[in-house]
């Protein structure tokens, strides 16, 4: 049971829960969120989460509404009235209501608040894979933004889905960025690389995660430009977030990758990442 939510200072029941059509958030996408997983009701990465939500309120000029210990209450106190357990929290921050629809950001608004509690799904043993579209990054240049405006990301996704794939993988002029939610990391040699944090790119939480874990078990872990020749003639493909953790992609449009099989590399991070969650949840 997730029927829970968080408006504004008040947890009430989803179908209670009612923000205005003069909300910029409707109106502009004038926002920014966060998703953060939760295992066995404790938040993974919290601190990250909140320093990424911070970075992201100061690139669109919205005042943090809470301070860190506030935010860590509200999240704790949704994940004990949604039953606990393994649960994906949906942070969302808009500008907040305006008398009138004006492009100007409005002088004197306070910011709309709303977070949710969905099941996150885990299986600790079996490793999950993919399957994706190579598609040209049509996203605008701030993709470091955890933007509510994810029509562009949303459009990828769908064209993916229509050719059948899970996911899609973008690439600017033949440099890969990012998936469409999800980033991407290649293996060649037993070498690890994956895309520069920039603004091309979400910075992803997993990601970090992931190339500590790498750089951990004694694995190279480079942060380069990698082109789509080099991406499809590579050892391993795998996508992360905090939804999926560490995904393999088994083929990128017709190419196969790794005969279609779970790569080595990837079968020991997915085992580090559950051994690492285990070692949080004492
Ligand atoms: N998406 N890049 C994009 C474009 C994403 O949307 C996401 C995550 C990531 C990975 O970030 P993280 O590891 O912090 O989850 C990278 C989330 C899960 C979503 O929009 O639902």
Redo the contacts with the bound molecule.
Sequence with gaps: MTNIVYLNGDLLAKEDAKVSVLDRGFLFADGI?E?IPVYNDKPFRLEQ?LA?LQYCLEQVDIDNPHSNIEWKNIINTLIKRNGGGHLSIYLQITRGVSETRNHDKPSDINPTVFLMASELIVDETNISTASAALLEDIRWQF?DI?SIS?LG?MLLKNQAKAKGHSEAILHRNGQVT??????VFIVKHREVFTPPQNNL??G????DVIIELAEAAGLKVHQQKITVDELLAADEVWI????REISPVTNIDENIINNGNIGPVAKVLHQEFQDFKKSLIL
């Excluded at 990012?178 to 980033?183: A, D, P, Q, R, Y």
């Excluded at 992803?204 to 990601?207: H, V």
């Excluded at 992360?240 to 939804?243: F, K, L």
């Design positions: 969120y998703v989460h990424r993709c955890k994810l990301n990012e998936g469409s939610t999800s980033n790119i979400l992803g939480i997993t990601r992360t977030s905090s939804s």
